[in-house]
């Protein structure tokens, strides 16, 4: 009798170890199994990017002997599983009591109850050589090779591609690890940004082009080595074509997956200062030579040059700004952004309209720094593919810090400022081990 139960078991997952092993015998004790696979949309959004293809990650569960079927799970919440197969059983590791996860718990036991089906956790296998495994995936995630192509993929499997400013190791391990779970949606970050803003900033210095290519690139250096999303680095203006081709390759060569170079010439002053300070837009003829250099300089299909438009900043208008994002692909940008520092977002939703009238492939970025209440689903609509929060992680940071430095100076001491500070066990908590 025991046979003809049916149990469900659900893998997110690019390698089976003993744990999972141990799932799928033990799932067999219960009757006949399907494993789930969970598709690559909804795995990047609470886990890892996947190494393999879904084709490859059902081969892998068939080629364990342990599956009855296999079939492809959408979501990460288990509704429409659930009703389709109405298992007796469900079999999952009992990792997911705690953390976001538990949010997937819940709701298999919501859905169980309903009719009567049980759930049944097996105890998580912590093994060295499980961690190991999980390690050496990290590790093949951050390689150049696997690195670099991300930023196209995603671009492929995200409707909108979340980015986050990162200007440290540290800001990189926040940018990487952070997942919530809201109203039964998971979400994390699938890029990072490294704004000229902010590594300038961390250095205390102005974002004039001050912080050279140099060092630059050990901030991007700190980042890789703690990290495996893709990098979308804030080229400023590009500098000298013949600096700006060099460039090309060492970022290409480091596994950076894109350059944004921006339409400005001379010494370069941050965008939201805007028509504040003096700034000069380059010619499109100058702009174009540029990009088309950096395509011919680059030796993978994967990099991404994107050209940024400047001439909403610089109140130039929408004419100018579509003229110039036209020519831009025209003369091989992978993507535009568009800036703005209007309040509301509507100059960025015309220009995004008008553009998408025209061009409906080239991806579009957008930053919503000034325009903050915007969301992504609304710039979605108006066809932007990839969002920027570029700056809000040191804007989060600086009056944090400077709060503690006033508390310690009128106390005299540290225990008031301490109620508002995280242990530092919590901080290197975040810190993988080698
Ligand atoms: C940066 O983050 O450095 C940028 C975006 O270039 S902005 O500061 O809005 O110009
Ligand atoms: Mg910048």
Redesign the pocket.
């Known amino acids: 009798m025991k046979s003809l139960k049916t149990v469900y078991t659900c893998f997110c997952t690019d390698v089976i170890h003993e744990g999972h092993l141990n799932i799928l015998r033990k799932a067999k004790e219960y009757g006949q199994v399907t494993v789930g696979v969970l598709c690559d949309a909804a795995m990047i959004k609470y886990n890892r990017f996947p190494t393999i293809t879904m084709d490859e990650r059902k081969k892998m569960i068939l080629d364990t002997g342990l599956a009855d079927a296999v079939m492809v799970q959408n979501e990460i919440m288990y509704d429409h599983v659930i009703e389709q197969l109405r298992p007796d059983y469900i079999i999952h590791g009992d990792n997911w009591r705690e953390g976001p996860e538990r949010a997937i718990r819940s709701n298999v036991i919501k859905n169980l109850e309903t009719y009567g089906g049980e759930l049944v956790e097996v105890g998580y296998t912590r093994s060295e050589t499980v961690r190991k495994i999980d390690a050496n995936i990290r590790e093949k995630l951050a390689m150049p090779e696997y690195r670099r192509k991300r930023l196209r993929q995603l671009l492929k499997l995200r409707p909108v591609v979340k980015t986050i400013?990162v200007h440290s190791g540290l800001t990189g391990l926040i940018a990487e690890k952070t997942v919530v779970e809201h109203n039964g949606e998971f979400d994390q970050f699938d890029a990072m940004w490294l704004?000229?803003?902010?590594d300038s900033t961390a250095k205390g210095k102005p974002?004039i082009e001050l912080v050279d290519m140099s060092s630059r690139m050990r901030t991007i250096d700190d980042v890789m080595e703690v990290t495996t999303k893709p990098i979308i680095l804030?080229g400023d203006t590009g500098g000298l074509v013949e600096h700006f081709i060099y460039n090309v390759r060492t970022l290409e060569r480091m596994g950076v997956s894109a350059v944004i170079i921006e339409d400005k010439t001379g010494l370069k002053k941050?965008?939201?200062f805007g028509t504040e300070v003096e700034q000069t837009q380059d010619s499109i003829e100058n702009f174009c030579h540029k990009i088309r250099a950096g395509k011919n300089a680059q030796r993978t299909e994967e990099f991404m040059i994107i050209a940024r438009i400047e001439s909403l900043i610089l109140e130039k208008g929408q004419e100018d700004a579509l003229k110039r994002a036209f020519a831009y692909t025209d003369a091989g940008a992978d993507a535009i952004m568009i800036?703005s520092r209007k309040k509301s977002a509507e100059e960025v939703f015309a220009f995004c309209d008008a553009f998408r009238k025209k061009d409906r492939e080239t991806p579009v970025v957008a930053?919503p720094?000034s325009y903050n209440s915007v969301t992504e689903a609304e710039l979605a609509e108006h066809g932007v593919s990839l969002v920027i929060y570029?700056?809000q992680l040191t804007r989060s940071a600086f009056p944090a810090m400077q709060d503690t430095a006033m508390e310690i100076l009128k106390n005299h001491r540290a225990l008031e400022a301490d109620a508002k500070l995280m242990p530092f066990q919590k901080i290197i908590s975040l810190i993988d081990d080698m």
């Open positions: 400013e704004s000229s803003l902010c974002d804030d941050n965008s939201l800036h930053v720094t570029a700056n």
